[in-house]
């Protein structure tokens, strides 16, 4: 018995000298620098109040889009809300990845994806816990599971609380869910996103994003903390949700306007996202002439790493900003 | 004594095992899982089929050509931007330049769908309906015939496979990674911003197999361009797999549309 331990333990140790792992799993651990190579608008100074192309939207996720204006965020009570876990893939922050093991096995009991400034850490447990009832609260972490398949880290998030998909008010419900497949590729991490939402979706919205490994991120882990206070008094203690009325939108044509893009992709109908849609709008498009705001989303100029000499509209004034 | 004796033994012998166990495994590791098999026959993930582009991101971009000077999302340099500013679709159409936003680099981005075969043992094939492309992802160790750049390019392609835990259960799986370069320079987006012909252009496609049963290809794309991007393009883009190419619909390069 003695024996066969010590035999066991040296396999072990000369397993870990040759550089064999003991789990077929692939490390993600480290911090995690955002490309911002697409949707950069959306992720970094945010959307147009109502652009909701490339949602596949329910007419009530459509409906309770139109009706959201920003102003809801200067009530006290909704200043410090955060977005739900799968808006890491919709924002615009690094990650910071790490495992949590069993003191006893080592194993990995729990993959923790970073909080960003309005979102909740993500725990994924590994240990094969099981899954809370469904009437058990909802939060901003939700509750989820990871499995490896392959060297894809597969993980799928239930019991999320009431939230947005995107800054400009589309929803998400707390019937939600989401499923991400993180894959690593030397030091390029990509999570594909595919959400579901039997209210608000009329079918999978599939989202996925890349970060770089760069270990001087230093990503904070946590989120800072948030002190609401009042902004608009003439909102406080009203009981009073600024909104707008159905049909009342001022800026649901704001894009036809500013890019001649079809209404009903602004407005998110589910065949919009497919290519057969190129054919109804072949004869209508018309591409406009020149670009007017935010048409450069590269690395902030004048900081590190941008290239000089460059000149670009690089904010709604329609202003060239030069290096 | 004989004790120790035997266990030492024992010890040397499990190490030399490992030793080569480990050895075997780490050239396993990106070859297919042997050197006599064919690259089809090593397959680790099936990405024959009809998929499509489901436009989800960047639609603005990607579904309708933008505006002239409409960067947004892209890293350009100083240089990149002047050759963009310089974007002319009626002299590119003149000139019978209108497939370069069809160039491999632009090419997965656009919405189109993509039929993938295998021509033979060791080259994947990737054809497009929009702009009626073909892609040719070489396996092996195939050598790129030299010559004037193509809008494709040359691919060199190569399984990577998980790596087995100790004690544990087989590992599945894998990815494709295709090395693209020689490449005449084209548009990296429909409205002219152009990368050169040094661009080296590296693809990970992985297999994504949801539980309500649809199959997801994920091509993340790292273009670098050193002379046109600050930085590598990083976009991962993704397609859903179809049950037929019942919807294939061929067409051909247009410079404005």
Redesign the interface.
């Known amino acids: 018995m003695r024996?066969t331990l010590?035999?066991v333990a040296?396999?072990?140790f000369?397993?870990g000298l040759?550089?064999?792992?003991?789990?077929?799993?692939v490390d993600l651990n480290g911090n995690w620098q955002s490309?911002?190579?697409?949707?950069?608008?959306e992720r970094g100074p945010g959307p147009d109040p109502v652009d909701y192309?490339?949602?596949?939207l329910s007419p009530e996720g459509r409906a309770k889009a139109l009706s959201y204006t920003a102003a809801q965020l200067g009530m006290s009570e909704r200043q410090c809300l955060y977005y739900v876990p799968h808006y890491v893939v919709f924002g615009p922050q690094g990650v910071k990845i790490w495992s949590e093991h069993d003191h006893v096995t080592g194993r990995i009991i729990a993959w923790k994806i970073s909080a960003a400034v309005d979102r909740d850490i993500i725990t994924v447990w590994m240990d094969g816990r099981p899954r809370p009832g469904r009437n058990e609260p909802h939060t901003f972490a939700g509750f989820t599971t990871g499995k490896w398949?392959?060297?894809?880290l597969t993980t799928y998030t239930t019991h999320i609380k009431e939230g947005y998909d995107r800054r400009n008010g589309v929803p998400s419900s707390d019937q939600a869910t989401a499923?991400m497949?993180i894959?690593r590729?030397g030091d390029?991490l990509?999570i594909?996103a595919?959400i579901t939402d039997p209210v608000y979706l009329t079918e999978?919205?599939?989202?996925?994003?890349?970060w770089?490994l760069d270990p001087r991120a230093n990503t904070p882990p946590t989120s800072a903390a948030c002190f609401p206070f009042v902004e608009l008094p003439n909102l406080d203690g009203t009981a009073k949700v600024p909104h707008h009325l159905p049909g009342k939108n001022p800026d649901v044509a704001e894009?036809v306007k500013l890019?001649n893009?079809p209404q009903d992709?602004i407005l998110g109908f589910p065949e919009?996202?497919?290519?057969?849609?190129?054919k109804k709008?072949?004869d209508t498009?018309v591409?406009?002439?020149?670009?007017?705001r935010?048409?450069?989303?590269?690395?902030a100029l004048g900081g590190p790493?941008?290239?000089?000499?460059?000149s670009?509209?690089t904010n709604g004034s329609g202003r060239v900003f030069d290096q | 004594m004989k004790n120790g004796r035997s266990?030492l033994r024992?010890?040397l012998m499990?190490?030399a095992a490992?030793?080569v166990?480990?050895s075997v495994?780490l050239f396993a590791q990106g070859r297919g899982g042997g050197a006599a098999q064919t690259a089809k026959a090593a397959a680790?993930i099936d990405l024959t089929g009809y998929w499509?582009?489901?436009?989800?991101?960047?639609?603005?971009?990607r579904?309708?050509?933008?505006?002239?000077?409409?960067?947004?999302?892209?890293?350009?340099?100083?240089d990149g931007?002047a050759l963009a500013d310089t974007w002319d679709p009626a002299k590119d159409t003149s000139e019978g330049e209108q497939c370069r936003s069809y160039a491999a680099p632009g090419l997965m981005r656009l919405?189109?769908?993509f039929h993938l075969t295998w021509q033979d043992d060791n080259t994947l094939r990737v054809d497009s309906d929009?702009g009626m492309q073909t892609r040719l992802f070489h396996f092996g160790n195939w050598k790129s015939p030299g010559g004037a750049a193509t809008w494709q390019g040359d691919s060199v392609a190569r399984w990577?496979m998980?790596?087995?835990?100790?004690?544990?259960?087989p590992?599945?799986?894998?990815?494709l990674?295709v090395n693209t370069t020689n490449i005449k320079p084209g548009y990296m987006r429909k409205n002219g911003v152009m990368f050169s012909a040094n661009a080296k252009l590296t693809e990970?496609f992985?297999l994504?197999?949801?539980?309500?049963g649809?199959i997801?290809l994920?091509d993340?794309v790292?273009l670098d361009d050193p002379k046109n991007l600050?930085?590598p393009?990083?976009?991962?883009?993704?397609y859903?797999k179809e049950a037929d190419g019942s919807?294939w619909?061929p067409t051909p390069c247009s410079a404005?549309?």
Not at chain 1, 18 to 25: L, V
Not at chain 1, 272 to 278: A, F, G, K, L, N
Not at chain 1, 305 to 310: A, D, V
């Open positions: 024996n010590i035999r040296s396999a072990a000369l397993a040759i550089g064999i792992p003991a789990n077929a799993e490309r911002q190579h697409e949707d950069w608008i192309t490339g949602l596949p398949e392959g060297d894809m499923t497949h894959m590729h390029l990509t594909m595919v999978p919205h599939v989202v996925d994003r890349t770089v894009l890019h893009l992709a919009t996202i497919y290519p057969e849609y190129r709008i072949k498009y591409r406009p002439e020149q670009c007017k935010y048409c450069c989303g590269w690395v790493g941008s290239s000089p000499g460059l670009c509209i | 266990w024992g010890f499990e190490a490992l030793m166990l480990g495994h680790p499509v582009a489901v436009i989800s991101e960047d639609w603005r971009w579904m309708v050509t933008p505006a002239k000077g409409d960067y947004a999302s892209i890293p350009l340099t100083k931007k919405p189109a769908r929009l990577e998980p790596r087995a835990g100790f004690g544990a259960a590992a599945t799986g894998g990815s990674t990970y992985d994504v197999r949801e539980e309500g649809d997801w994920v993340t790292v600050q930085v393009w990083t976009t991962p883009i993704h859903k919807k619909d404005t549309w």
